[in-house]
Structures are given as structure tokens and as C-alpha cells.
């Protein structure tokens, strides 16, 4: 095969590699491009066919549509749940986690963005953070020249226009300023704290950060620039109320408790209404720095603040389950479990395991792969595993689909990268509909996945142990796209595009045509 290393770059951002020689993609790109503003997908017309027919007899027995439920962990790593290798033999049992997987779908290659932001405004827009210009936290002394939000169409606005009660509980991180709240940008109801974890605690903790908590000029500084550290409780078109303050570290420890038995008493008042309801549950929890919670015993085998963290999360996702069972809605209910990204290595040992190489902050595996658990009794059959590539961005088609919003209602001017994977979810042996992964770092093309191939153009390499984001370096690859079969090496340690692999030229020319999209459709410059 030729050399690969023509290169082509698409508003000065993209870095895409086009092979010299050509491959024909047909036999191997199985996707088909409905529209020209939606990802190409892999036509399954019959498992369509047959999750549209399950659906609709749902609909009519329950006489509403369905409920969604989603339930979002904060940098828990791929291999923390004990079914996904993790759990008892790492030091913190997940009995409600591996509950969950055992009833349900399963999924090996389930995947996020490499970081927190991102990948929670990619699930609510069902477009990549480099369209909606949402590609890292907006940090203190940031200041941005749009609103991202605007023009955007919010999966929990299309709901709440379709009948839905939507409601956001927890972490939030896409924006603390009037206009880019949860309850702005279409949620009814939000409950819980802007930013991360860290950001809180920080201000909080003497041992961890004396130079700045013991420190009264430098705190007096650091008051004018924080985030918000409140308890916040917001309504659309109403008011928003400051709640409780987070004053100390056993506050923190503590939110996850709060914000749990918040998600349980709406579950069990919607339940009793006549909407159904859209609730994203995000927890605070694993994000470093963890606190345990000084009300509860410890609860993991391993006691290290980490694994404490996850054994809470567990706790409350057993609990959230047994409130949709108590309620009597769990057979007309949508769960889906996840994490935003992979483990934040950076705060070890206060963070989660990946059997894959790199972390959060990275486009290798261990960065955007993450956990992702499909349940739904009656409607998703108990014990199903699939390694069908899905991105979290799909949970947005899956939302339309069941909510009944037509993609009609999706602007013609603007790219959407979700695929509506409903039947890949919900029929038995039904196939994924996604043929490609695409791994961004910020406004940088990083990647691309198909089938069981990985072709790197760019690469995040850590100069140090665990320092994926403080001590790491963006780099070319050099001369040809570092090629990856992820089946026979899932690590990422071995490229075999020149040795063992046709396809190199393939994977290039789906970059190719990725990187085109934002020629006809320019992403949105907020000025991060």
C-alpha cells in the first residue's frame, strides 16, 4: 500500500489523513446517508420494523408514552463495576450495577467524549462539542463571545414540548450563567450543583489545598472567582433558589444521599401523573476529590475514598431502581447507565481502573470508553451482552423515538451526529446501526473507529504516570495513521496498518468524509 500521508485541513482544525491509494469502502462502510445534515447509519429494517411494533403495543397497554431514565457516574472508569471486571475483586463490591447488567443489554463498546463537558452537551444536543463550540468546562475567567445554547434545540426541550416532565438532577457543568442553566435550556425542574465535584471541595479542604484554605488573602480571591457551591433549585420560567451551602468536606460527602432521595420522591410523584417523565440523574460522585458519606459505614472492601464513592453510587442506583419497581413503572421505563468519560488518572489514587490504555483527557480507550448498561423489563430481554459500537449521542435518537418527536423538528442548517439506535436496544440479537467512532480532543480530530479497527491521526501522550491531562502532549503520528485492532489489541500497544491490515486507506477516506461535513455545516465558534 502507498504511503499514507496526504492531509487535508478543514478550517484549520482538522487534521484528516487521505490515502494515496484507494480501497473501495463498499462491502466494509455499510452506512447509508438519509439526510444530509444526519450521520449515515446501517440500514436494519426489520429490527426497526419490530421495536417500532413493541413499542406502539407498550403505548397502548400504558395508555402514555414511555419514561427515560438515565443514570450518569462522573468519571467512573470502564472496569469499576464488578460487570465489567471491576467490583469485589478491585475492593468495592457493585451488586446493583451488576443487577442491572445481568437484566438487561450489556454493552463492550459503548462509548463518551474524552472529558465531562463535552460528552454531557453531546447527549443533550445529539451533536459533537466542536458543532455547539461545548468542547471543554467554561472555567473561571473564561469569557465567552455566544451563548452555546443558542439556536440549539435540547433534547429536554424537545420532550417537554412533546408532553414530557423533564427534570435534571445533579451535576450539571454546561454552563453556570443565566440562559445556560439546566431550567433554561428546557429542563422543568432542575435540582443540583453546577460544576464538579473539585471545584466545591477545593475551597474546602485544608489537607488537600492548605495554600489556599488556610490562606485568608488568597481565599478572598478565590471567593470572587468560584463556581457555585449551593444546592440549586431552578424551574423553567420561574425562580431560581440557593439551598443549602456546601461549608465542609462531610457536606460533600453528603450530596450524592441528597440528590438520590430528590430523584426517588419525583420518581414516585410523576409515577402518579399523567405526563411521563424525562429524568437525567447525575451524581456528583466519582469526580476527585470523593468524600465518603459520614452517615453511611463504609461500605467497600478497599476503604480508600475512591472505592467508597463507588460503592455509594451502587447503593443509590439500587435505589433509584427500587423506586421506578415501587411506583409501578419500571416495565413502562427506559434506564439507561453510564459514565461521562473514563477515570480521571490525574487524581490517583482517588480515581477509577480502565483495562485500556490512557484515561479521561485522552482519545485512546481508556479515556471515551466507558460503562453502559440498557435495562428495561418486558421490553429488553435479561442477559443480552453486544459489543455494536454505540456513542452516548445515540441516547438522543433513542429519546426522540420514544418520546414520538419527529427528527422534523431538527433544523435543516445544522449537523447532527446521533444515530437512532431504539431497535438495537431493545430487539433480541438486533445489530448496531452505527458503523463509525469519531474521537475528538477539544476542536482536533482525533480518530476513528470501525468494526474492530482504530486509526489514530493525532494522539494525547502522557509525559509522566497517570498524567493524562496536567503532564500530556497532543502529537502527530508521524508517517502513516497509527492503526489499531482493537480485538487482538484492545491496549492500543501494537499498529498493524503496513503489516496485518487492508484497511488503512478506508478508515482515511471516513475521516475524509467526516471532516467534509463541517465544510457545508461550520461549527460554532464560542471563544473557549
Given at each position: 500500500?502507498?504511503?499514507?500521508?496526504?492531509?487535508?485541513?478543514?478550517?484549520?482544525?482538522?487534521?484528516?489523513?487521505v490515502?494515496?491509494?484507494?480501497?473501495s469502502?463498499?462491502?466494509?462502510?455499510?452506512?447509508?446517508?438519509?439526510?444530509?445534515?444526519?450521520?449515515?447509519?446501517?440500514?436494519?429494517?426489520?429490527?426497526?420494523?419490530?421495536?417500532e411494533?413493541?413499542?406502539?403495543?407498550?403505548?397502548?397497554?400504558?395508555?402514555?408514552?414511555p419514561?427515560?431514565?438515565?443514570?450518569?457516574?462522573d468519571?467512573?472508569?470502564y472496569?469499576d463495576?464488578?460487570?465489567?471486571?471491576?467490583g469485589?475483586?478491585?475492593g468495592?463490591?457493585?451488586?446493583?450495577?451488576?443487577?442491572?447488567?445481568?437484566?438487561?443489554?450489556?454493552?463492550?463498546s459503548?462509548?463518551?467524549?474524552h472529558?465531562?463537558?463535552?460528552?454531557r452537551?453531546?447527549?443533550?444536543?445529539?451533536?459533537l462539542?466542536?458543532?455547539?463550540?461545548?468542547?471543554?468546562?467554561?472555567?473561571a475567567g473564561?469569557?465567552?463571545?455566544?451563548?452555546?445554547?443558542?439556536?440549539e434545540?435540547?433534547?429536554?426541550?424537545?420532550?417537554?414540548e412533546?408532553?414530557?416532565?423533564?427534570?435534571?438532577?445533579?451535576?450539571?457543568?454546561?454552563?453556570?450563567?443565566?440562559?445556560m442553566?439546566?431550567?433554561?435550556?428546557?429542563?422543568?425542574?432542575?435540582y443540583?450543583?453546577?460544576?464538579?465535584?473539585?471545584?466545591?471541595?477545593?475551597?474546602k479542604?485544608?489537607?488537600?489545598?492548605?495554600?489556599?484554605?488556610?490562606n485568608?488573602e488568597?481565599?478572598?480571591?478565590?471567593?470572587?472567582?468560584?463556581?457555585?457551591?449551593?444546592?440549586?433549585?431552578?424551574?423553567?420560567?420561574?425562580?431560581?433558589?440557593?439551598?443549602?451551602q456546601?461549608?465542609?468536606?462531610?457536606?460533600?460527602?453528603?450530596?450524592?444521599?441528597?440528590?438520590?432521595?430528590?430523584?426517588?420522591?419525583?420518581?414516585?410523584?410523576?409515577?402518579?401523573?399523567?405526563?411521563?417523565?424525562?429524568?437525567?440523574?447525575?451524581?456528583?460522585k466519582?469526580?476527585?476529590?470523593?468524600?465518603?458519606?459520614?452517615?453511611l459505614?463504609?461500605?467497600?472492601a478497599?476503604?480508600?475514598?475512591?472505592?467508597?464513592?463507588?460503592a455509594?453510587?451502587?447503593?443509590?442506583?439500587?435505589e433509584?431502581?427500587?423506586?421506578?419497581?415501587?411506583?409501578?413503572?419500571?416495565?413502562?421505563?427506559?434506564?439507561?447507565?453510564?459514565?461521562?468519560?473514563?477515570?480521571?488518572?490525574?487524581?490517583?489514587?482517588?480515581?477509577?481502573?480502565?483495562?485500556?490504555?490512557?484515561?479521561?483527557?485522552?482519545?485512546?480507550?481508556?479515556?471515551?470508553?466507558?460503562p453502559?448498561?440498557?435495562?428495561?423489563?418486558?421490553?429488553?430481554?435479561?442477559g443480552?451482552?453486544?459489543?455494536?459500537?454505540?456513542?452516548?449521542?445515540?441516547?438522543?435518537?433513542?429519546?426522540?423515538?420514544?418520546?414520538?418527536v419527529?427528527?422534523?423538528?431538527?433544523?435543516?442548517?445544522?449537523?447532527?451526529?446521533?444515530?437512532?439506535?431504539?431497535?438495537?436496544?431493545?430487539?433480541?440479537d438486533?445489530?448496531?446501526k452505527?458503523?463509525?467512532?469519531?474521537y475528538?480532543?477539544?476542536?482536533t480530530?482525533?480518530?476513528?473507529?470501525?468494526?474492530?479497527?482504530?486509526?489514530?491521526?493525532?494522539?494525547?501522550?502522557?509525559?509522566?504516570t497517570?498524567?493524562?491531562?496536567?503532564?500530556?502532549?497532543?502529537?502527530?503520528?508521524?508517517?502513516?495513521?497509527?492503526?489499531?485492532?482493537?480485538?487482538?489489541?484492545?491496549?492500543e500497544?501494537?499498529?498493524?496498518?503496513?503489516?496485518?491490515?487492508?484497511?488503512?486507506?478506508?478508515?482515511g477516506?471516513?475521516?475524509?468524509?467526516?471532516?467534509?461535513?463541517f465544510?457545508k455545516?461550520?461549527a460554532?465558534n464560542?471563544?473557549?
Open positions: 500500500m502507498k504511503s499514507l500521508i496526504a492531509r487535508t485541513f478543514i478550517q484549520g482544525a482538522l487534521a484528516v489523513v490515502g494515496s491509494a484507494h480501497l469502502a463498499e462491502g466494509f462502510d455499510r452506512s447509508v446517508r438519509a439526510a444530509p445534515n444526519f450521520e449515515p447509519a446501517i440500514p436494519r429494517d426489520e429490527q426497526d420494523k419490530a421495536a411494533a413493541k413499542i406502539a403495543a407498550l403505548t397502548q397497554k400504558t395508555g402514555k408514552r419514561n427515560i431514565l438515565w443514570i450518569v457516574v468519571d467512573m472508569g472496569g463495576p464488578g460487570c465489567y471486571g471491576g469485589a475483586a478491585i468495592a463490591a457493585t451488586p446493583n450495577m451488576d443487577k442491572l447488567a445481568a437484566g438487561g443489554l450489556k454493552l463492550t459503548c462509548y463518551s467524549q472529558t465531562c463537558t463535552p460528552t452537551s453531546a447527549i443533550l444536543t445529539g451533536r462539542p466542536v458543532r455547539t463550540g461545548l468542547t471543554r468546562p467554561i472555567l473564561d469569557t465567552i463571545t455566544k451563548n452555546p445554547w443558542d439556536g434545540h435540547s433534547l429536554a426541550a424537545l420532550l417537554s412533546a408532553g414530557y416532565y423533564t427534570l435534571l438532577t445533579g451535576k450539571w457543568h454546561i454552563g453556570e450563567p443565566k440562559g442553566r439546566p431550567h433554561d435550556v428546557g429542563f422543568d425542574e432542575y443540583g450543583y453546577y460544576p464538579a465535584q473539585k471545584e466545591i471541595s477545593q475551597s479542604d485544608e489537607r488537600r489545598y492548605p495554600d489556599l484554605v488556610m485568608p488568597r481565599m478572598k480571591d478565590f471567593e470572587s472567582i468560584k463556581p457555585e457551591d449551593h444546592l440549586t433549585h431552578g424551574f423553567k420560567g420561574g425562580e431560581t433558589k440557593q439551598l443549602t456546601i461549608k465542609t468536606t462531610e457536606d460533600m460527602g453528603r450530596a450524592d444521599k441528597v440528590l438520590a432521595d430528590f430523584t426517588i420522591s419525583k420518581i414516585k410523584e410523576a409515577a402518579k401523573g399523567e405526563k411521563p417523565f424525562f429524568i437525567e440523574h447525575c451524581f456528583m466519582v469526580h476527585c476529590d470523593n468524600f465518603p458519606n459520614p452517615d459505614a463504609p461500605l467497600s478497599a476503604r480508600y475514598y475512591y472505592k467508597e464513592a463507588i455509594e453510587v451502587d447503593l443509590h442506583v439500587g433509584l431502581i427500587k423506586a421506578l419497581e415501587e411506583a409501578g413503572v419500571a416495565e413502562n421505563t427506559f434506564v439507561f447507565f453510564t459514565s461521562d468519560n473514563g477515570p480521571q488518572m490525574d487524581g490517583w489514587p482517588d480515581s477509577g481502573y480502565t483495562p485500556f490504555r490512557g484515561a479521561k483527557g485522552t482519545t485512546f480507550e481508556g479515556g471515551p470508553r466507558i453502559g448498561i440498557a435495562y428495561w423489563p418486558g421490553m429488553i430481554s435479561p443480552r451482552q453486544s459489543d455494536g459500537l454505540f456513542d452516548l449521542m445515540d441516547l438522543f435518537g433513542v429519546a426522540l423515538n420514544l418520546g414520538a419527529s427528527t422534523d423538528k431538527l433544523p435543516s442548517d445544522k449537523y447532527y451526529d446521533f444515530i437512532d439506535q431504539t431497535s438495537f436496544l431493545l430487539i433480541d438486533a445489530e448496531s452505527r458503523e463509525a467512532i469519531y475528538w480532543w477539544g476542536s480530530l482525533m480518530a476513528c473507529r470501525m468494526k474492530e479497527y482504530k486509526a489514530h491521526i493525532k494522539v494525547v501522550l502522557p509525559q509522566s497517570h498524567m493524562h491531562i496536567d503532564f500530556a502532549t497532543i502529537q502527530d503520528v508521524g508517517l502513516a495513521p497509527w492503526l489499531y485492532n482493537l480485538y487482538i489489541d484492545p491496549k500497544q501494537m499498529p498493524v496498518g503496513h503489516r496485518r491490515n487492508a484497511w488503512l486507506a478506508t478508515l477516506q471516513k475521516l475524509k468524509q467526516h471532516g467534509a461535513t465544510k455545516f461550520p460554532k464560542i471563544g473557549l
